[in-house]
Nanobody, 127 residues
Framework: QVQLVESGGGLVQPGEALRLSCTASGLSSGYGATAWFRQVPGKEREGVSCINPSDGSTVYAASVKGRFTISRDSAKKTVFLQMNSLKFEDTALYFC????????????????????WGQGTQVTVSS
């Protein structure tokens, strides 16, 4: 059974940083593209960033480019999202998603393309 477990969310002030982690288990082959999405109640889930473990290439949404960095530790099957200079509008429930057959090719693939999801970790930016 494939499991993705997120951690690292919390309450921070504007301008501060957080690092989210997504640890995977249960898949003997590669995890393919791994992405971070976020969702605010009443709004659609937004693809924030994606990484291709096969070559390390990354993709960012315009809203986070230059502030967020996605990375991976293949040995630990963990993907990180370093979030700097956080803004009020970054407040959301953050999910990680993975699929062995996906490749992030310039954009974060649609959420419907990912087969495996975590339960989410809340990030709240508030003064």
């Amino acid at each position: 059974q494939v499991q993705l477990v997120e951690s690292g969310g919390g309450l921070v002030q504007p301008g501060e940083a957080l690092r989210l982690s997504c640890t995977a288990s249960g898949l003997s082959s590669g995890y393919g593209a791994t992405a971070w999405f976020r969702q605010v109640p009443g709004k659609e889930r937004e693809g924030v960033s994606c990484i291709n473990p096969s070559d390390g290439s990354t993709v960012y949404a315009a809203s986070v480019k230059g502030r967020f960095t996605i990375s991976r530790d293949s040995a630990k099957k963990t993907v990180f999202l370093q979030m700097n200079s956080l803004k009020f509008e970054d407040t959301a429930l953050y999910f990680c998603a993975a699929d062995p057959e996906l490749y992030c090719d310039g954009v974060v693939p649609p959420e419907g393309d990912f087969r495996y999801w975590g339960q989410g970790t809340q990030v709240t930016v508030s003064s």
